[in-house]
């Protein structure tokens, strides 16, 4: 969930003499939705002061005033534990707002000071290091010893107020060597807390072993999900599974088909048939899938690359799930039984896949996990084709549990209609 957002707040920080908006208080209401929905884990983008959108922070120790104050983030963390939720939340460290307080320091006293030390220089020395071209965000010199002792005492403090693990935001721009001496840290008085590192590209596998994160974002398989269903070319699906199985090794990846930054599924699929499709997919490959929010209601938005171009993917939500559009809940009902799915087959966590079967256009998953733990093996039949498809794969003994249509019980579980999937356990 992205709460700016989701809650309607102003774009940008509050002026002083404004009183403090509690529009915390507004997910609330929606914990019991999330709950019903199968989720049991609630990962919150940005709610720390900042200047605009969130990823500019300027005190990661104070709420941010558009969403309210430490007895709103109290309420909802309580909140959560009585329902079972865990609160994972967004750690912007690689990089602040231009307004954080050791960066204007570092403005007023020059670049001899203590404070500069704080932030990278460009290249050439001559300015401060923006990320990724963006002038309002400075990047921290994550090698300076007072920044790693800030973030271990950021990441502690929210923990020890509630909060069950950080997102590592942009953890790919950050040497691995740091997290590794920042999380042990952290994991000496928080030994359960959870670390889901950002990773859009490079080695994911080596880089979340190194750093000791517990997971990283699996882009791969979300551009290989859509890409693949839009192309009707399930091979490329297919190399990123097989890649899937190797990070599996190690940490466990976070799947999906949407979240903050990108655009969301009912927009970038061709045809919105394959939305169960890439749900299948999602929810029976192993890893922690998660949902972003809206996206369980086929929600459309597109990600446009210009200023105000994440609105559509991070639009408010209504005051409770009674004022949600009644065309919304089909796709609602689609989560709950695939997501139900998993939550009975728990060994799909770790779970490796294999595929039996493969054309362009229909595919067939085997996952399967450890049997001494009691795992089983589950059976994904995609069909993406115009024709029905008969699978000449063994089903070893395996039957119907989820199909496209609910409830429907072929006579052949083999033969899969057209634009339709089956899964078998």
């Known amino acids: ?223 290989a999900i859509w890409s693949s269903l839009n192309d009707r070319n399930l091979y490329e699906l297919n190399h990123a599974l097989e890649r899937h199985n190797s990070f599996l090794d190690g940490e466990l990846a976070q799947t999906f088909v949407g979240n903050h930054d990108v655009t969301r599924l009912a927009t970038v699929l061709n045809d919105p048939r394959h939305i169960g499709h890439a749900l299948a997919v999602l929810f029976c490959v192993g890893g922690v899938p998660s949902v972003y929010y809206g996206d369980e209601q086929g929600f459309r938005g597109l990600k446009e690359h210009r200023a105000g171009g994440d609105d559509e993917i991070r639009p408010a939500f209504p005051a409770s799930p009674a004022g949600l559009a009644p065309d919304g809940w089909p796709v609602y009902r689609l989560h709950q039984r695939l997501i139900g799915f998993r939550r009975r087959h728990p060994w799909l966590v770790r779970a490796r896949t294999v595929t039996d079967h493969l054309t362009a256009s229909a595919m067939a998953l085997r996952m399967s996990g450890d049997p001494d733990s009691g795992a089983g093996q589950v059976l994904l039949l995609l069909n993406v084709g115009d024709e029905p498809y008969s699978f000449p794969v063994d089903r070893n003994g395996l039957t119907v549990a989820e199909a496209s249509e609910p409830g429907a019980v072929p006579d052949d579980p083999m033969t899969v209609p057209a634009h339709s999937w089956t899964i078998l356990a």
């Not at 969403?67 to 602040?96: E, K, P, S, W, Y």
Request: glycine share 10%; aromatic share 14%.
């Open 1 to 223: 969930m992205y709460p700016l957002g989701f809650t309607g707040a102003e774009r940008a920080e509050l002026p002083p003499r404004e009183p403090v908006r509690h529009r915390l208080r507004q997910l609330e209401p929606w914990l019991d939705y999330a709950i019903e929905l199968g989720c049991n884990g609630l990962l919150l983008g940005p709610i720390f002061a900042a200047e605009t959108h969130g990823y500019d922070t300027i005190d990661h120790f104070r709420i941010d005033r558009r969403l309210g104050d430490d007895a709103d983030f109290d309420a909802l963390v309580t909140a959560a534990d009585q329902r079972g939720m865990r609160l994972i939340l967004d750690g912007v460290f690689n990089h602040v707002g231009r307004g954080f307080p050791a960066f204007q320091a570092a403005l007023a006293g020059g670049p001899t000071t203590p404070a500069a030390r704080w932030f990278k220089r460009s290249p050439d020395g001559g300015d401060f290091a923006v990320f990724e071209g963006h002038g309002q965000l400075v990047e921290f010199d994550h090698d300076e010893p007072a920044v790693l002792s800030y973030v271990i005492e950021v990441m502690n403090h929210w923990l020890g107020r509630g909060a069950g693990g950080w997102r590592l935001d942009a953890a790919y721009a950050v040497e691995p060597e740091f997290w590794a001496k920042a999380l042990p840290a952290v994991r000496e008085s928080f030994p359960d807390a959870w670390f889901l590192g950002e990773m859009i590209h490079g080695d994911y596998a080596a880089y979340a072993t190194e750093a000791g994160l517990d997971s990283i974002t699996q882009y791969e398989v979300w551009k």
